[in-house]
């Protein structure tokens, strides 16, 4: 009986501790994920600031 016990707690315990280990993983994917988006935003102004159109192309080429 008391080891019975004994183990439902160490149980619930570990229950507990994965629960919480995961709420801890979905909130870092999440600012991972907008960390991701931010920095595609800053690469895509990038490539709009130093991309060629077809009057800058003819500006380079010179």
């Known amino acids: 009986m008391h080891a019975k016990r004994i183990s439902g707690i ?7 501790s994965l629960i919480l280990s995961s709420f801890y993983i979905k909130s870092r994917v999440r600012s991972g994920r907008q960390e991701i ?20 192309k003819e ?4």
């Open 37 to 56: 988006s931010e920095a595609q935003s800053t690469v895509s102004k990038g490539k709009e600031l130093f991309s060629f159109t077809k009057e800058t």
């Open 59 to 62: 500006v380079g080429e010179v």
């Open 10 to 16: 160490i149980i619930v315990i570990i229950g507990v």
